[in-house]
């Protein structure tokens, strides 16, 4: 059962989710909050798998209360997954820093909304091939932090090409396809980088392969 918990400040954009969640016969509802300082305290209430949190509210907005949780080690198991109206902005490039598994847009069909929930719980980025281009764009030219360059040199071949491929919006059977591996020996070698890279879940992952020039638009 996949636990959900909503935090978006408009009720009518929650109880609609809710009724699409709630016909799912794996997703639980758990709870509602309609503010970041509200949602943060029932994450660590009920400890979801899944956080949908509004980009924009009032009192604690989306990124800040993703950063929160992302800083709580009780709350390492909730993927946040950012919820906006306005697709792919500087909100979401500071949300997916703080720590979120992905974004959805609020428009979406109920199929896709659905898949992105699940796709999220299994601790796969809800990043699109169209995203990580837009990401490398973003981030490729801007120097890199020191100490990522240094954990870089800590991840073995195999480690750097699965990391290499997850930026390129790969899933763990498409990395062990390419790299002629199972598919546990590749969530293997991106859990390993991850721990390397202290990187708390795949998307995170994904921004510190372009920060770090690990990934290039020549290589994407």
Do not use: W
């Amino acid at each position: 059962m996949i636990r959900v918990l909503l935090v978006d400040d408009q009720p009518l954009i929650r109880s609609g989710f809710r009724a699409l969640l709630d016909l799912e016969d794996d997703i639980e509802v758990v709870a509602e909050a309609a503010n970041g300082r509200d949602g943060l305290a029932l994450a660590e209430e009920h400890l979801p798998d899944i956080a949908l949190i509004d980009i924009r509210m009032p009192i604690l907005d989306g990124i800040e209360t993703t950063r929160r949780i992302a800083a709580n080690p009780t709350l390492a198991g909730v993927h946040v997954v950012i919820l906006t109206n306005y697709g792919l902005d500087e909100y979401v490039f500071d949300a997916l820093r703080a720590g979120a598994a992905g974004f959805l847009v609020k428009d979406i069909v109920p199929e896709d909304f659905l898949h992105g929930v699940r796709v999220a719980a299994r601790g796969d980025a809800l990043l699109a091939p169209s995203i990580t281009r837009k990401l490398i764009h973003r981030y490729v030219s801007q120097p890199f932090p020191a100490d990522t360059g240094t954990a870089l040199d800590e991840l073995t071949g195999r480690e750097r090409e699965a990391v290499v491929l997850a930026a390129q919006g790969l899933s763990n059977d498409e990395i062990a396809n390419r790299m002629v591996i199972s598919p546990l020996t590749a969530k293997t070698h991106i859990n390993r980088a991850m721990a390397k890279l202290h990187a708390r879940d795949r998307a995170q992952l994904v921004v510190l392969a372009y920060e770090s020039g690990l990934v290039t638009p020549r290589n994407s």
